[in-house]
């Protein structure tokens, strides 16, 4: 029976390979754990270079002085007071949106799932816009509920419009709904703005994604949210890689099928609205993220969402450093920069995917 088990879990790894989640991956599997330690290296050097790089540039005595000895100078205050909580919430927001992409990814065996592209992050920010607009909300933690709300609705509303074609929700019917629907979510919302310009005066910047300006406390309130999501993704990696298999053999091997997508959603969910309600929608960092860690990682989701836990916040503080230089003094929002550098991703994946996996 485990013979026969381990037969057909090859024949259906939806990754291409031959090998089982759990048995080694056949290029570099020892070298994981140093690819590993160089995205870590990586990410601590973009951190460095978010603190130093700005409309005022700082070495880094002054940003490790403003860190260690902090006086009142225009410098530490910079530093502290502004670039800190935005590097953090880089940080955050990184990790929160690649890994929502992995979990996404792995519940659908949908390699073009992406919150982005399938509607979600818009969804999440129709629902803030509305709160603004109608409600008259002004705070984070009121955002937080709307983004929450409006995750889980566009999610839902993707998946049964998918579902309702002859072949069900195929992958590229749900690339295709998730693009209309975060379209009408996203043009409904910028309809918002005219009916109120002056409420939504702050949120322009927001509606395109960005890192700078938020409001005080925003990484206080998201923190939370954050962690609950990343150890509920934790949690499910062992049950994820029985899913790869497909539903019959998750069954066969005790995966409990209904519950892993029921928390995965809710795990999706969470780090999606609380990402959105803190720096607007930012697309195709869950969709570049994993196929970039998969080459390295194999199909294993114990090493995917590593990675991406690692990588992702690497992909939004670059871009987010890139949107300081292109234009500066001036800046260019974080959402500009990965929508730039994924609208061509995910044109090579659409290309490269066969028509019958669609």
């Known amino acids: 029976m485990r013979s026969l088990v381990k037969n057909r879990g090859e024949e259906r790894n939806p990754h291409g390979s031959t090998a089982t989640p759990d048995e080694p991956h056949r290029r570099g599997v020892g070298a994981r754990p140093v690819w590993l330690l160089l995205c870590v290296v990586l990410l601590a050097l973009s951190c460095a270079a978010s603190l130093m790089v700005g409309s005022a540039r700082l070495p880094m005595s002054t940003v490790?002085?403003?860190?260690?000895?902090?006086?009142?100078?225009?410098?530490?205050?910079?530093?502290?007071?502004?670039?800190?909580?935005?590097?953090?919430?880089?940080?955050?927001?990184?990790?929160?949106?690649?890994?929502?992409?992995?979990?996404?990814?792995?519940?659908?065996?949908?390699?073009?799932?992406?919150?982005?592209?399938?509607?979600?992050?818009?969804?999440?920010?129709?629902?803030?816009a509305v709160g603004v607009a109608v409600l008259g909300v002004t705070r984070i933690d009121q955002y937080l509920w709307l983004g929450f709300a409006g995750a889980l609705i566009a999610a839902a509303l993707v998946y049964l419009v998918s579902a309702r074609g002859p072949d069900g929700a195929t992958p590229l019917r749900l690339v295709l709904v998730g693009v209309a629907l975060g379209a009408v979510f996203s043009g409904a919302a910028s309809a918002l703005t005219l009916v109120d310009p002056e409420s939504f005066d702050r949120m322009r910047y927001w509606e395109a994604g960005t890192l700078a300006d938020r409001p005080a406390g925003t990484v206080a309130t998201i923190a939370p949210f954050v962690l609950v999501?990343?150890?509920?993704?934790?949690?499910?990696?062992?049950?994820?890689?029985?899913?790869?298999?497909?539903?019959?053999?998750?069954?066969?091997?005790?995966?409990?099928?209904?519950?892993?997508?029921?928390?995965?959603?809710?795990?999706?969910?969470?780090?999606?609205?609380?990402?959105?309600?803190?720096?607007?929608?930012?697309?195709?960092?869950?969709?570049?993220?994993?196929?970039?860690?998969?080459?390295?990682?194999?199909?294993?989701?114990?090493?995917?969402?590593?990675?991406?836990?690692?990588?992702?916040?690497?992909?939004?503080?670059?871009?987010?450093?890139?949107?300081?230089?292109?234009?500066?003094?001036g800046e260019l929002q974080v959402g500009v920069i990965t929508a730039f550098l994924g609208a061509p991703v995910l044109i090579m994946l659409i290309r490269r995917t066969r028509a019958n996996a669609l």
């Open 229 to 329: 999501g990343l150890v509920l993704a934790a949690a499910l990696t062992r049950s994820l890689n029985a899913l790869a298999l497909g539903e019959e053999l998750a069954h066969a091997m005790g995966a409990r099928v209904a519950l892993t997508r029921a928390f995965g959603i809710v795990a999706v969910t969470v780090l999606c609205g609380a990402a959105t309600a803190a720096a607007g929608p930012i697309g195709f960092v869950g969709l570049m993220v994993p196929h970039a860690v998969r080459v390295i990682t194999g199909p294993d989701q114990r090493w995917i969402l590593s990675f991406t836990l690692v990588s992702a916040p690497v992909l939004v503080l670059l871009s987010d450093i890139i949107g300081r230089l292109v234009v500066w003094p």
């Open 64 to 128: 490790w002085a403003a860190l260690a000895s902090p006086d009142q100078s225009i410098d530490h205050l910079t530093v502290l007071s502004l670039r800190v909580p935005r590097t953090l919430l880089g940080l955050l927001v990184g990790m929160a949106l690649g890994v929502a992409g992995a979990l996404a990814q792995a519940l659908t065996r949908n390699p073009l799932a992406d919150p982005g592209i399938l509607g979600v992050n818009s969804g999440a920010a129709f629902a803030i």
